[in-house]
């Protein structure tokens, strides 16, 4: 079974707005995906659908065995999310952000201290621990949610343009997380604006624009197109 399945997916916003029209992808296990297309196109709205943030209109949404619909626990468990707004307790501090959100998926507290600790090591963070997360730079808090959206250690990683406003070294070596995060088995899916960010990271690519899927190739046959 495919890491996630999107069928016919549509979005009309309360206002009347059709953010999507008929989307349906893909993902396998293991990939590493990319949702390309401009501001606008539809991507954050597709991504809050997956995650149970935004209600759909119609469409189908499968989460490995789980349909959002069906089974929403499972399907949350299955995903990490890193969305594209700092929506944590900027007073908080980012040890507590991180086991806190072990609480929202029913670990125990010793085991979300020690996932706490693991992923802000890995991120470059360990240091920071203590301190309020409204003191952290940009970067920071950016690395402070994948900390958090991996204290699970969910099977699919979700992020929304998790580069934005993050400057050129800091991109890098969050890149260089990700591909390990990947290589170790997490499929990965990532929305961005950049052809360069997918191309550095991904193997398949879906390109978005008013809410169609225009293209969803692998990066190497679309790279032979340009
Ligand atoms: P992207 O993430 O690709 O920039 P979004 O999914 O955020 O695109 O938005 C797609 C379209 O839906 C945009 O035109 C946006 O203005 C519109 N939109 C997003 N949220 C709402 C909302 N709550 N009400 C009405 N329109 C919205
Ligand atoms: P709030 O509206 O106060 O942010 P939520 O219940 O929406 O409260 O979210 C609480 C936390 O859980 C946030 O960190 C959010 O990112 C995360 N979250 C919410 N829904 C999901 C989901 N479906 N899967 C994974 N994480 C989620």
């Not at 501001?39 to 943030?53: Q, Y």
């Not at 949404?61 to 890193?82: C, L, R, S, T």
């Not at 301190?131 to 099977?155: C, D, F, N, Q, Y």
């Not at 990947?182 to 809410?211: D, F, K, Q, S, V």
Request: with cysteine; hydrophobic share 40%.
């Amino acid at each position: 079974i495919p890491a996630l399945r999107i069928e016919n997916l549509s979005k009309v916003y309360d206002n009347g707005f059709e953010a999507l029209k008929g989307v349906s992808l893909s993902v396998e296990q293991g990939d590493f995906y990319a949702l390309l297309g401009p501001n606008g196109a539809g991507k954050s709205t597709t991504i809050g659908i997956i995650c149970s943030l935004v209600s759909k209109t119609t469409g189908k949404v499968q989460v490995f065995d789980a349909d959002i619909d069906e089974n929403f626990p499972a399907a949350k468990k299955y995903i990490g999310i890193v969305p594209q707004e700092f929506n944590f307790n900027v007073f908080e501090k980012a040890f507590d952000i991180v086991v806190n959100q072990g609480g929202y998926y029913g670990m125990q507290a010793p085991l979300a201290r020690e996932r706490a600790e693991k992923y802000l090591r890995a991120l470059g963070l360990w240091d920071k621990r203590d301190v309020p997360a409204r003191t952290l730079s940009g970067g920071m808090k950016r690395r402070l949610m994948i900390a958090r959206a991996l204290v699970h250690e969910p099977k699919l990683l979700i992020l929304d343009e998790p580069t934005a406003g993050v400057d050129i070294e800091m991109r890098r070596s969050m890149w260089d997380f990700l591909k390990k995060i990947n290589a170790e088995g997490t499929t990965i899916i990532l929305t961005t604006h950049y052809l360069e960010e997918a191309e550095a990271l991904c193997r398949h690519i879906g390109i978005i624009n008013n809410g169609e899927i225009v293209e969803n190739t692998s990066i190497k046959a679309l790279l032979r197109q340009l």
